[in-house]
């Protein structure tokens, strides 16, 4: 079975940290994914990988940056976490649509930040 | 780019019956993926059902099974004999040829017993 896991489930941090959510993959998936999930928004692509130290913008990178220095690890970072950051984060990774079509998912990160 | 809707952001089916989930999307691409996930209530995201968009044949899984109009840009989700089981929240999604998924805003599904 594909194992996507977070590092954390629930995080509090404060306005104005960094922070750091961690994602890793156990399938030797070449593409891994953040989300932001809103209610009444869905999810929202804020970066995601297709190779080692490759990366590119989704649709919401503003306050965000990753770092994917090995291929099962995929991190996203707030610089600067702000309140409008509250919100659950999903990790999701995929393999190449010759070997599977869907994403798999992490159990997500509830972040609060106050 | 892509756009994936649904218009419908809650629903409830009495146990054992049918119901069925809106997802409309658009695209300029011809070959593509069509997802539906399940996200139980602080569970993980699932995949319940795909679809490739060059298989004109309704993808079906278990009590689960697509209605994929291709011209109508449309991809319902029929779930039948419905059990508690199945309350969740439901995603459609959408994967493009760039490796990038588009979901739907959500279906909070209700089962009432």
């Known amino acids: 079975d594909v194992k996507v896991t977070q590092s954390s489930r629930y995080l509090v941090k404060r306005t104005g940290e960094k922070v750091f959510l961690e994602c890793v993959q156990d399938?030797?998936?070449?593409?891994m994914f953040w989300y932001r999930q809103d209610p009444g928004l869905g999810l929202r692509l804020i970066y995601f990988?297709?190779?080692?130290?490759?990366?590119e913008k989704g649709d919401i990178p503003e306050g965000y940056s990753v770092s994917r220095e090995k291929k099962e690890r995929f991190s996203l970072i707030l610089e600067s976490a702000s309140t409008n950051q509250t919100s659950m984060y999903l990790c999701?990774?995929?393999?190449?649509?010759?070997?599977?079509?869907?994403?798999?998912f992490g159990p997500g990160t509830r972040l609060t930040v106050t | 780019a892509q756009t994936v809707t649904q218009s419908q952001p809650e629903m409830s089916v009495q146990e054992a019956e049918t119901v069925t989930l809106s997802c409309t999307y658009d695209?300029?691409?011809?070959?593509?993926?069509l997802f539906w996930y399940k996200q139980p209530p602080s569970r993980q995201m699932i995949l319940v059902i795909r679809?490739?968009?060059?298989?004109?044949q309704n993808a079906t899984e278990n009590r689960f099974s697509v209605n994929f109009q291709k011209a109508a840009k449309s991809f319902s989700l029929k779930i039948s004999d419905s059990q508690l089981g199945d309350a969740a929240m439901y995603f459609c999604?959408?994967?493009?040829?760039?490796?990038?998924?588009?979901f739907g805003s959500g279906t909070k599904l209700n089962v009432k017993p």
């Open positions: 399938m030797d998936h070449e593409n």
């Open positions: 679809q490739e968009a060059y298989k004109q």
């Open positions: 990988s297709y190779d080692v130290k490759m990366k």
């Open positions: 999604a959408y994967r493009s040829n760039f490796n990038k998924f588009y």
């Open positions: 695209t300029s691409e011809s070959d593509y993926y």
């Open positions: 999701a990774s995929s393999s190449l649509p010759t070997v599977t079509y869907e994403q798999y």
